[in-house]
Nanobody, 124 residues
Framework: QVQLVESGGGLVQAGGSLRLSCTAS????????MAWFRQATGKEREFVAG????????YFTDSVKGRFTISRDNAKNTVYLQMNSLKPEDTAVYYC?????????????????WGQGTRVTVSS
């Protein structure tokens, strides 16, 4: 079992920045591919960004490319999502997810472990 705990959400003005953190426990973090998903009110949950456990390869959904970065610190069992130039449409609950799959996948059902979510609100 893997437990994931997110932190770092909050209220920010458009154009601002936030950094989300997700700390894992219960399994060797370095062998997990990690990802962030988000769900806006009334919408389906969508993939945002991911980082593989092998080589740390990253992948982003088009709407956040150039604004968000994802990184991991295996020594701290933590993955980060740095969000810059935030827009009101980035408002959502952000979820951390983990899978043993080697590469980043955008498919929700391929992630076995999920955090409780942290809310991000971007005001205009």
């Amino acid at each position: 079992q893997v437990q994931l705990v997110e932190s770092g959400g909050g209220l920010v003005q458009a154009g601002g920045s936030l950094r989300l953190s997700c700390t894992a426990s219960g399994r060797t973090f370095s062998s997990l591919t990690m990802a962030w998903f988000r769900q806006a009110t009334g919408k389906e949950r969508e993939f945002v960004a991911g980082i593989s456990w092998s080589y740390g390869l990253t992948y982003f959904t088009d709407s956040v490319k150039g604004r968000f970065t994802i990184s991991r610190d295996n020594a701290k069992n933590t993955v980060y999502l740095q969000m810059n130039s935030l827009k009101p449409e980035d408002t959502a609950v952000y979820y951390c997810a983990a899978t043993a799959i080697v590469v980043v996948t955008t498919k929700e059902y391929e992630y076995d472990y999920w955090g409780q979510g942290t809310r991000v609100t971007v005001s205009s």
